[in-house]
Antibody, heavy 121, light 107 residues
Framework: EVHLSESGGGLVQPGGSLRLSCAAS????????MHWVRQAPGEGLVWISH????????NYADSVKGRFTISRDNAKSTLYLQVNSLRDEDTAVYFC??????????????WGQGTLVIVSS | DIQMTQSPSSLSASVGDRVTITCRAS??????LAWYQQKPGKVPKLLIY???TLQSGVPSRFSGSGSGTDFTLTISSLQPEDVATYYC?????????FGQGTKVEIK
């Protein structure tokens, strides 16, 4: 069974940093693109970033470019999101989600439960 | 970047009604579109990919259509368990932008 489990969220002051993790199991992690999506309280889904299966290709939403860094450790089946220079508007639940394996893109077919990041002084 | 616009932003319909949600891309995206359902307090669930392909396990009352810039999600007979917010997402290229969501309620 595919399972994604995020951790690392918490309360952080503006300008602070956190490292979010997403532990994957139940599938061959190294075959899949992986994504981060966030959702502010009461708001919609916002795509943040993705990384290809070997970690060499990444993309970011403009709103986080230069502040957030996505990475992965295939040996540990773990996805990361380093979030720096946090702002009030980064307050959200951060989800990791599974992406494509190979060339067949089907959207994000499995999602974790999310980890809450609260940016507040 | 390509923008994704959903309409309506919310709707209320009776059990058994046919419900249609529209998603428009600001530029053509071929059929690189997914639909998700997010029930209150729950994680998003993939319903449809490639604009019209039903994800495994999704009830057949859900269907998707469209290509290029205009897409629709249809629920053929609304059920109480379909109360949720529905999102479209384009994935032809980064960023994988979501629509703003359509909240579906029972009248």
């Amino acid at each position: 069974e595919v399972h994604l489990s995020e951790s690392g969220g918490g309360l952080v002051q503006p300008g602070g940093s956190l490292r979010l993790s997403c532990a994957a199991s139940g599938f061959t992690f190294s075959n899949h693109w992986m994504h981060w999506v966030r959702q502010a309280p009461g708001e919609g889904l916002v795509w943040i970033s993705h990384i290809n299966n070997d970690g060499k290709r990444t993309n970011y939403a403009d709103s986080v470019k230069g502040r957030f860094t996505i990475s992965r450790d295939n040996a540990k089946s773990t996805l990361y999101l380093q979030v720096n220079s946090l702002r009030d508007e980064d307050t959200a639940v951060y989800f990791c989600a599974r992406g494509a394996a190979g060339s067949m893109i089907v959207g994000n077919d499995y999602w974790g439960q999310g980890t809450l990041v609260i940016v507040s002084s | 970047d390509i923008q994704m616009t959903q309409s309506p932003s919310s709707l209320s319909a009776s059990v058994g009604d046919r419900v249609t949600i529209t998603c428009r891309a600001s530029q053509g995206i071929s059929n690189s579109l997914a639909w998700y359902q997010q029930k209150p307090g729950k994680v998003p669930k993939l319903l449809i990919y490639a604009a019209s392909t039903l994800q495994s396990g999704v009830p057949s009352r859900f269907s998707g259509s469209g290509s290029g810039t205009d897409f629709t999600l249809t629920i053929s007979s609304l059920q109480p368990e379909d109360v949720a917010t529905y999102y479209c997402q384009k994935y032809n290229s980064a960023p994988w932008t979501f629509g703003q969501g359509t909240k579906v309620e029972i009248k």
